[in-house]
């Protein structure tokens, strides 16, 4: 992993060999920013302040190797990246504004990938994690970890049932608290779809209205009009003087036609004029007739404005004319169908939700049984870790309890409080030593109990639910003397599995790792390309002999620091 201008860190290189690596360092030298380094390339959150003062980014890049034809590979695989010979090149990239990039296997992808893919890759657990651990929530999830399918299928099947329910809770809800609302609303569209009905309209009938009701409002008008365009036309019968437009045609054809024959575009042209003479007879024709259906009478017209009244009254409430009155009368019969149909529903969603309550009643028992089992079984398997971490007496249990709810759902005849995970409230107990009573181990356990069992829950989810790699940072916080020992040997027996990465200050532990590295910083407080090293024969012991006295040249620190290197030599 190459770590370039992360916190103190401006340029290093950390590898990270097979089995337990230990990571040591003066307080501040920047053995977090290693942690750090990791969690980004698994799709951590990113953070400007990481950068380091005065660079425009810092950038990580790391070789992880994967398990052949394992879920990662395929996810990584199906986003387009390629593996080098089993391994996975990732890199993650963070600007000084807060700016986050990642690449996989040569490809662009999003930062939430790395996260995916990290659940099967690295198990990562610091100081953080432990206090994590005190949560109800997160012993619940431990246990159900690693009780597996037993509890994954039930749970899976009492997840989706709760979201149904609480689905279908919301929408009984939404309708019963606003039934009054939706009664006024079924009044108001009744009133309106009851009034447009009375009236009937049509579809076009208010344009049609308007241009009748101009025709007669203006009837005199008209037939003068009519009558004066006629007499222009076809002459007046009380002026046989008079001369009108249809003599005055004839006339001109009359003397066209006694020498037409003599010339073709006269001929044309005496055949134009009669074709206007013909029009001008058709015209006058129809005027006639116009003038004698002109309907004036009065009583049409006031009929004819009640009508369009009526339909005013109609576009000033439910449009700006009556196709917009008719649309609306649609949409609200079919709203006043649905609102009609509340009292169908509520029954249909009462139903629903009752018959909801009983298989998740159902669901919760067989949840609550799966857990029962697989915690007596998951404390078992801590105990017996705690035996082997200096604390041979302490013992661990589940306290799995239920809340008496009268909202709740029944379960063994009771019933219960539920949430989306069920009805079981998990609780991790600890006896330190015999007689002590089993308290929850966020007020029975102290710093140092607390990372052993946080150690202890962890190798046995590494029988049950591996991942290739485990990094602990100062899990072992807390903790000296005798049962520092027993940590750095447990962590060596887990590196035989896995990879084992520990952050650490305890020389105990240190001494047990395959390979152990120096983080320090240069004069200027930075840390370098040489600043992270791999630690062999007189360096490594000269570190432990730092990390016992704090004096590397003490001769008792260093006859103490052979001393635990022989030891776990030995035990290995």
Not at 250 to 261: I, M, N, T
Not at 494 to 521: G, I, M, N, S, W
Not at 537 to 549: C, I, N, Q
Request: charged share 30%; aromatic share 2%.
């Amino acid at each position: 992993m190459r770590i370039r201008s992360l916190g103190v860190i401006d340029d290093a290189v950390v590898e990270l060999s097979p089995g337990f690596t230990a990571v040591t360092g003066e307080t501040g030298a920047g053995k977090t920013m290693v942690v750090t380094s990791l969690g980004l390339l698994l799709g951590g959150r990113a953070d400007a302040a990481l950068v380091r003062i005065g660079a425009r980014n810092a950038v990580v890049e790391g070789r992880i190797a994967v398990p052949e034809g394992s879920a990662a590979v395929v996810r990584a695989e199906e986003a387009g990246a390629e593996l080098d010979e089993g391994r996975l090149l990732v890199s993650r990239t963070v600007s000084a504004e807060g700016r986050s990039r990642a690449h996989l296997g040569g490809r662009s992808v999003p930062v939430g990938l790395l996260a995916e893919l990290a659940d099967d890759l690295v198990a990562v657990h610091g100081q953080s994690d432990q206090q994590g651990l005190l949560k109800l929530s997160r012993q619940r999830q431990a246990l159900d970890r690693y009780a597996g399918y037993a509890v994954a299928v039930p749970l899976g099947k009492y997840t989706e049932a709760y979201k149904r329910l609480r689905a279908v809770t919301a929408e009984l809800e939404e309708i019963t608290t606003r039934a009054r609302e939706r009664a006024q609303e079924a009044d108001m569209l009744r009133f309106g779809l009851e009034e447009i009905a009375a009236v009937e309209p049509r579809a076009g009938e208010d344009a049609e209205l308007a241009e009748e009701a101009g025709r007669l409002g203006h009837a005199e008008a008209l037939a003068s009009a009519a009558a004066v365009a006629h007499a222009a036309l076809a002459g007046n019968p009380e002026d046989p003087e008079g001369v009108d437009a249809g003599t005055l045609v004839a006339g001109a054809q009359r003397a066209l036609e006694a020498v037409r024959a003599h010339d073709p575009a006269l001929a044309a042209l005496t055949d134009r004029i009669g074709e206007i003479g013909i029009l001008l007879r058709d015209v006058a024709g129809e005027l006639a007739g116009y003038a004698d259906d002109l309907d004036a009478d009065p009583l049409r017209l006031a009929a004819v404005e009640e009508r369009r009244a009526a339909l005013t009254a109609l576009t000033r409430k439910y449009g700006e004319d009556v196709a917009e009155v008719l649309a609306w009368a649609e949409r609200s019969a079919a709203r006043l169908t649905d609102l009609e149909g509340d009292d169908e529903r509520i029954g249909e969603l009462t139903a629903e939700r009752d018959g909801l309550r009983n298989e998740l009643g159902a669901l919760a028992q067989e949840l609550s049984q799966a857990r029962a089992e697989a915690a007596e079984r998951f404390a078992a398997a801590v105990t017996d870790e705690l035996a082997s971490l200096a604390m041979p007496h302490a013992r661990v249990s589940f306290d799995i309890r239920q809340t008496e709810d009268p909202e709740g759902v029944e379960v063994n005849g009771r019933t219960v409080a539920y949430g989306p995970s069920g009805v079981d409230e998990v609780e991790l107990l600890l006896a330190p030593h015999p007689g002590a009573p089993p308290r929850p181990i966020a007020k029975g356990a102290s710093g140092g109990e607390l990372s052993r069992v946080m150690l202890a829950v962890e190798v046995v989810f590494a029988g049950t639910d591996p991942v290739p790699t485990y990094l602990f940072d100062e899990v072992d916080a807390g903790v000296g003397g005798k049962a520092a020992v027993e940590i750095g040997r447990r962590l060596a027996r887990l590196a035989k599995k896995a990879q084992v990465v520990v952050v650490t200050h305890l020389p105990q532990v240190a001494a047990f790792a395959d390979r152990q590295l120096l983080v320090e910083k240069t004069n200027d407080g930075s840390v370098t390309r040489s600043g992270v090293k791999v630690l062999e024969g007189e360096d490594r012991v000269r570190e432990l002999s730092r990390m016992l006295a704090g004096q590397e040249d003490s001769e008792t620190a260093r006859a103490h620091a052979e001393e635990l290197l022989a030891a776990a030599r030995a035990d290995g």
